[in-house]
């Protein structure tokens, strides 16, 4: 799920609206405004965002509750992805 108030700091922090967004995407602005309120990119446009925005660190944007990774300690670290919905 798109974690909407990190988006639109990602969106300002750039210089970038709606509008100048949807068309970087070659979509919309009404099919931009509609995948912010439904809180989902589609695989391409999330691609296409990351370097726009310069993203750092997708996950926390773009899948915001729905993985979360943990290490655990059973002799050697190893990442853990659970589906948290």
Same mark, same amino acid.
């Given at each position: ?11 300002? /922090?750039?210089?970038? #609206? +709606? ?5 970087? *995407?070659?979509?919309?602005? /009404?099919? &931009? $405004?509609? /995948?912010?309120?439904?809180? /989902? &990119?589609? @695989? ?12 750092? %660190?997708?996950?926390?944007?773009? &899948? %915001?509750?729905?993985?979360? $990774?943990?290490?655990? %300690? +059973?002799?050697?670290?190893? #990442?853990? $992805? *659970? #589906?948290? @919905?």
């Amino acid at each position: 799920m798109l974690n909407v108030p990190e988006f639109k700091a990602a969106m300002v /922090r750039k210089g970038y #609206n +709606q509008k100048t967004l949807a068309e970087k *995407l070659g979509i919309s602005e /009404r099919t &931009f $405004c509609e /995948r912010i309120k439904m809180k /989902r &990119f589609g @695989t391409e446009e999330i691609e296409k965002l990351i370097p726009l925005l310069e993203i750092r %660190d997708p996950m926390t944007i773009f &899948f %915001d509750g729905v993985v979360t $990774c943990k290490v655990t %300690d +059973q002799g050697k670290e190893a #990442n853990v $992805c *659970l #589906n948290a @919905t």
